[in-house]
C-alpha cells in the first residue's frame, strides 16, 4: 500500500470480489442450419420466450463461435448441412472442451441410423420438423436451468 491510496489491499480485494459479476450459468442457444428462413424462425420462436440465440450459418461458424462465446449453454443444429453436417459437428464439439454441452438435432429428412448416430454422441434430442414449439421451448428451458 503506497501513501496515497485510501484502501488497504484486503479492503481493495473484498471490494473486488463484490463488484464483480458472480458466474451465470450459460443462457445462450447457438442455432445452426445452412436454411436462412430456419434458422431466423427457431431464434424467433426462442426470443418470443425471451431466451437469447445466436445463430451460425455453418458448422465451421459454430465452432468458431463455440471457441470464443462462453456464454452458450446449448446448441441446436440441423441435421443435413454443406461441409460440415450435424452429425460431424456434435463430433467436434465432443472431441472439444466443450465436450459437454447440451445439443439437440433438429431435422426434416431422417433416417433411423441417424438418430442411432446422435443417440450414441449423447445429444439430448432429436426434433424432426415441423418443430413443435412448444416441446422446443420447454426442452430449451430444460437444459439451460429456467424455470419452465
Known sequence: MSDHDILSD???EAL???MHEPDLPAQRVLI???DKDARELLSEILALD???SMTAASGEIALKLLDSNKSIGLLITDLRM???NGLELVREVRESE??????IIVSGDAKARDVIDAMHLSVVD???KPIDSKELLALV????GMAP
Request: hydrophobic content about 50%; proline content about 4%.
Open 98 to 103: 466443450r465436450a459437454a454441452l447440451p445439443i
Open 126 to 128: 432429436f426434433l424432426l
Open 141 to 144: 428451458k430444460h437444459q439451460l
Open 82 to 84: 454443406r461441409h460440415i
Open 10 to 12: 484486503a479492503e481493495r
Open 32 to 34: 445452426v442450419d445452412d
Open 50 to 52: 425471451g431466451i437469447r
Open 16 to 18: 473486488n470480489a463484490v
